[in-house]
T-cell receptor, first 110, second 113 residues
Framework: KQEVTQIPAALSVPEGENLVLNCSFT??????LQWFRQDPGKGLTSLLL?????REQTSGRLNASLDKSSGRSTLYIAASQPGDSATYLC?????????FGTGTRLTVIP | DAGITQSPRHKVTETGTPVTLRCHQT?????MYWYRQDPGHGLRLIHY???????DKGEVSDGYSVSRSKTEDFLLTLESATSSQTSVYFC????????????FGPGTRLLVL
């Protein structure tokens, strides 16, 4: 069974700092990987989807990388802002299922 | 945002009663999913549908059933609610297959007493 781990569970950074969130998975036979953002009491918002054939995907200040062979993905956030404060979830996409990590709770301090 | 609504948004019920949660989409997407989110477990797939009347089980399907009689609606039924089914339930959709971007609804918070 696919296991997805996100470390650290929580992270606090001052505004303006660049940061990296980590996601690791145990089975490299994945289709794609998706990063989400979840605000307290809200649903999930899709940030980026990286196909298994891709190494990187960028959207604005966000850059996600994928290394299937090592079972790792990173989400890089440039010039962090207080509005980036949320929980970030990665999900590994299998044939019919998404396997989620438990998330990293990010706080950006003004 | 994808047009996904869930109802009810909050529900309190008693152990042993049946409960039905509704997911409605306006995107005409083929795939629909039900997940539950619990502290320490992340989100886990309960059931999914790949078309009208076409459904399959996910990772944690015991105690749940689903139905999809129309493209836009996907119902999740807890046949006899238990306290272990207290959770936040999310519906999601994807356009053609599960490998595409999944879009999530706002969630239903269910408390079983």
């Amino acid at each position: 069974k696919q296991e997805v781990t996100q470390i650290p569970a929580a992270l606090s950074v001052p505004e303006g700092e660049n940061l990296v969130l980590n996601c690791s998975f145990t089975d490299s036979a994945i289709y794609n990987l998706q990063w989400f953002r979840q605000d307290p009491g809200k649903g999930l918002t899709s940030l980026l989807l990286i196909q298994s054939s891709q190494r990187e995907q960028t959207s604005g200040r966000l850059n996600a990388s994928l290394d299937k062979s090592s079972g790792r993905s990173t989400l890089y956030i440039a010039a962090s802002q207080p509005g980036d404060s949320a929980t970030y979830l990665c999900a590994v996409i299998g044939a019919n299922n998404l396997f989620f990590g438990t998330g990293t709770r990010l706080t950006v301090i003004p | 945002d994808a047009g996904i609504t869930q109802s009810p948004r909050h529900k309190v019920t008693e152990t042993g009663t049946p409960v039905t949660l509704r997911c409605h989409q306006t995107e005409n997407h083929r795939y629909m999913y039900w997940y539950r989110q619990d502290p320490g477990h992340g989100l886990r797939l309960i059931h999914y549908s790949y078309g009208v009347k076409d459904t399959d089980k996910g990772e944690v399907s015991d105690g749940y059933s689903v139905s999809r009689s129309k493209t836009e609606d996907f119902l999740l039924t807890l046949e006899s609610a238990t306290s272990s089914q207290t959770s936040v339930y999310f519906c999601a959709i994807s356009e053609r297959d599960p490998q595409e971007t999944q879009y999530f609804g706002p969630g239903t918070r269910l408390l079983v007493l």
